[in-house]
């Protein structure tokens, strides 16, 4: 009001002072100044506030501006300071629009080029997919000649806050080199080997398009060439809907591992059951997967140039085992040893595959190695009834029982000549299926002993796998022959690839879905990998 009275004067006199008109400028300044500092200081700043932890399609779309103003940024991740890496680890940064961790080495350092494993916990279990590619790099690119990059893409079915684990299970990533000898090769201590600190957490907002589905950044192909796949399943281990999550109250998942000293406490009969060592216990502990093995859920990953579109597949399998059922009475041959057997269990015993239920029997060939799998195998009544093969021969090749590792290169003279042997005598109407090897968990003799004792860390069956998947592209160029394709399954079992109780076999919940999921592609019912 008194400034108002004030100009009103001001207009009406003549007779104003400069001075009056300098006293007005200086109480219109205070109070331009007054006016900045409060909304600085004193007013509440406004949140990003995300989307709730569980998406549905009714949830009102994001400004797609702020959206892309949030995605743009890029977090800083902190090193953890006591870990094995500490000192060649450059940095760590989330980038949120690429849905990618991208980790920076010294290319001096201990380990410039190191085998990584990431893992988010929250909403969802997810493992983080890893790569150096060249495409990847672009994307990431940097002029600097003194460090390496590392880039771990996710994809996630919710937004929300998600605690995040990276781990070094080797110095050197080797899973790709077929001339490295391993057998003398260190895992990282697991006491040290996480590069993050503990309780890190990122903000993952998902960006959809107008129809409501969840958009992601694709990971590039190798060659700008090569065509992007139409249509893949993945899949996620969700939160149980209980009330930690209806509060966002998760809890980190870290990696679970067995200290030396600590072989064979599962085991009712050693003298340490009831009380096990104190430094036994937590990092044994099987409580940290509780509230992710009750529910699998799958999803189809569409692409298109740019992006990957993820939506639930809510039809497949939906009716459990009921929904596998044969056109015609088919035998499928399970070949391999005793994760073989797991499986067999899970179809049979938990799913009651059988041939008055699903038109389908199930038989069990054991066979350790690829030599086990020769001719007279082959030739045998049991093998002659397999109209279709489930087959995975890779834990033995690399275990403690030979007392030394089958290497990448003799690994992969053996796996192509059976595959030559199979296709040599068996039928070409005979459908081969050879699937992933699963990963074992850093138990005593793979993460206590250096050297290690046994060789089934994630780095030796990424190069078996690899090894695998490349003699089945070889083996589908021949005609007239048995067909032999590769089907991975590390997005069902990976995530949950330490939470084995016996420290050797998958989890019971993970076999389950798995085994119904390659049921399902043996009969057809999804695509190869």
Known sequence: MAMKIQSKNARSSSTATPR?????????????????????????????????????????????????????????????????????????????????????????????????MGRLSGPALVLLEWSNTEDDNQAFSTTSTTTNTKIGRYQVPFSGTYFLEIIAIMCQDFSRDRSFHFRRTCVEAPINHRLTKSNVKIQIQIEADKTGTPLYSATKSSSPSSPLPFKKLTGFWLHQQDERAANNDYAAVYTRFQPRGCLRLDDPTHEHFEMPPTHCIEPTDLNRFEPYTSTFRYYTKEYDKTRT???????????GAKDLKAANPTTICLVGYSHSRTLLASMTQYHNISRSNNNIHIEWIRAKSPRDVNNKTITTEIMGACDKIILAVGQWPASFSGGKPDSFEVFDTQIRRMFARLQSHLSPQVDIVARSIHYNPLNERIGGYCPPKDWRSPTVLDGYNDIIQQACIDAAKKTAVATIRYVDTNFIVGPLWDASSDWGHVCNQASHVEALYLLAATLGRVASS
Not at 309 to 319: I, N, V
């Open 20 to 116: 009056s008109n300098r006293g007005t400028l200086v109480l219109c300044l205070l109070m331009i100044i007054c006016s900045i500092v409060m909304r600085i200081f004193i007013m509440p700043k406004k949140h990003n506030v995300g989307l709730p932890s569980i998406y549905n399609s009714n949830e009102k779309m994001l400004n797609h501006h702020q959206a892309e103003n949030q995605a743009s940024l890029a977090d800083t991740i902190s090193i953890n300071p006591s870990g094995t890496m500490a000192n060649d680890t450059v940095s760590i940064v989330h980038h949120a629009r690429d849905s990618a961790i991208v980790v920076t080495m010294r290319a001096d350092g201990r380990c410039p080029n190191p085998y990584l």
């Open 309 to 319: 579109l993820l939506s639930p597949a809510t039809t497949f399998l939906a009716g």
